[in-house]
């Protein structure tokens, strides 16, 4: 009976992952794979992201899986613009409700802690940890700054918020990859570019001292996850480069970028996903990311001009 859950070994990747995503996914999901890879409406991915938009002008409901409950939180709001971004829905009203929810949050310099104190009263992941008075970080604050300038957004919020990840990501001298992911997302889409230039080549020969990215996928055991992260929790070129015009390609070899992706590509399970790698901490956000995962990952392949069915 198992066996026909599993879909055939001989279709292709995106026929392996529609069925694993109409098997398991959210709505949500269930919406964006339809717009990326079957020319579905965009209009059917706001609606379904609608869902987790709180009357703050946050999103939550765990629309990112670590964070369960109704709360705003601004990683959950972040995954919204990313959501918003890929479908060109990033802007007008939208990003004028969104950023006054941000303004509302922020800490006393002006950027986003990484969990706002809210959660405290629900269940989240013991790796964002909540705190009473949470530091700006740069991980949640980088990509909805990166998002909001490359839609060409322009609010009050923006100036200390931006002001705030220059200053983080100038800084840096010792970072782990999602931070560094965070800073790649605020490069790719800060207006000046120049001063974004200098600073992802700064960012890249850390990210090679620090073996912050696995450069031969046949030997991850040559690099050790950052502190805190699960066991084989490794990051690849391809987690850094997602597209092939990101600042974060100039880091890597043409040979480093494909055998990351051909990594990308065998790495999809025989029901059709992809796996996470990240600590799973209870069932549901395990079963929630899996399909995140698996629409990303055809993404970045299709980015690159990989096939994928």
């Given at each position: 009976?198992?066996?026909?859950?599993?879909?055939?070994?001989?279709?292709?990747?995106?026929?392996?992952?529609?069925?694993?995503?109409?098997?398991?996914?959210?709505?949500?999901?269930?919406?964006?794979?339809?717009?990326?890879?079957?020319?579905?409406?965009?209009?059917?991915?706001?609606?379904?992201?609608?869902?987790?938009?709180?009357?703050?002008g946050g999103y939550g409901h765990a629309l990112e899986p670590d964070l369960r409950g109704p709360v705003s939180q601004p990683l959950h709001t972040a995954h919204a613009l990313r959501v918003l971004d890929s479908i060109g829905r990033?802007?007008?009203?939208?990003?004028?409700?969104?950023?006054?929810?941000?303004?509302?949050?922020?800490?006393?310099?002006?950027?986003?802690?990484?969990i706002h104190p809210s959660q405290r009263d629900h269940p989240s992941a013991p790796f964002v940890p909540v705190v009473d008075s949470p530091p700006s970080a740069l991980l949640s604050t980088g990509p909805v700054v990166g998002l909001?300038?490359?839609?060409?957004?322009?609010?009050?919020?923006?100036?200390?918020?931006?002001?705030?990840?220059?200053?983080?990501?100038?800084?840096?001298?010792?970072?782990?990859?999602?931070?560094?992911?965070?800073?790649?997302?605020?490069?790719?889409?800060?207006?000046?570019?120049?001063?974004?230039?200098?600073?992802?080549?700064?960012?890249?020969?850390?990210?090679?001292?620090?073996?912050?990215?696995?450069?031969?996928?046949?030997?991850?055991?040559?690099?050790?996850?950052?502190?805190?992260?699960?066991?084989?929790?490794?990051?690849?070129?391809?987690?850094?480069?997602?597209?092939?015009?990101?600042?974060?390609?100039?880091?890597?070899?043409?040979?480093?970028?494909?055998?990351?992706?051909?990594?990308?590509?065998?790495?999809?399970?025989?029901?059709?996903?992809?796996?996470?790698?990240?600590?799973?901490?209870?069932?549901?956000?395990?079963?929630?990311?899996?399909?995140?995962?698996?629409?990303?990952?055809?993404?970045?392949?299709?980015?690159?001009?990989?096939?994928?069915?």
């Amino acid at each position: 009976m198992a066996e026909n859950l599993l879909p055939s070994a001989s279709s292709t990747p995106l026929a392996r992952a529609e069925r694993f995503v109409w098997l398991t996914a959210r709505v949500l999901e269930q919406r964006r794979f339809a717009y990326h890879f079957q020319r579905g409406g965009a209009d059917q991915v706001e609606t379904a992201l609608t869902a987790y938009l709180n009357e703050d002008g946050g999103y939550g409901h765990a629309l990112e899986p670590d964070l369960r409950g109704p709360v705003s939180q601004p990683l959950h709001t972040a995954h919204a613009l990313r959501v918003l971004d890929s479908i060109g829905r990033c802007g007008g009203p939208r990003a004028e409700r969104i950023c006054r929810y941000l303004t509302a949050v922020s800490t006393h310099d002006g950027a986003l802690p990484a969990i706002h104190p809210s959660q405290r009263d629900h269940p989240s992941a013991p790796f964002v940890p909540v705190v009473d008075s949470p530091p700006s970080a740069l991980l949640s604050t980088g990509p909805v700054v990166g998002l909001l300038h490359r839609n060409q957004v322009w609010h009050a919020w923006l100036f200390r918020a931006t002001e705030f990840c220059w200053s983080a990501v100038e800084s840096l001298e010792k970072s782990h990859p999602y931070e560094v992911q965070a800073a790649v997302a605020f490069l790719d889409g800060v207006p000046d570019r120049p001063r974004a230039e200098a600073a992802a080549d700064r960012l890249g020969r850390l990210v090679r001292e620090q073996g912050l990215a696995v450069l031969d996928p046949d030997r991850p055991e040559d690099r050790l996850p950052a502190d805190g992260y699960a066991p084989g929790e490794h990051h690849f070129p391809h987690d850094y480069a997602r597209v092939p015009d990101s600042l974060a390609a100039r880091w890597f070899t043409e040979e480093e970028t494909a055998r990351s992706l051909d990594r990308l590509a065998a790495d999809q399970e025989e029901d059709g996903g992809w796996p996470i790698r990240r600590r799973a901490w209870a069932p549901g956000p395990a079963l929630e990311w899996r399909p995140i995962v698996t629409v990303e990952a055809l993404r970045t392949l299709r980015a690159h001009g990989r096939p994928v069915g």
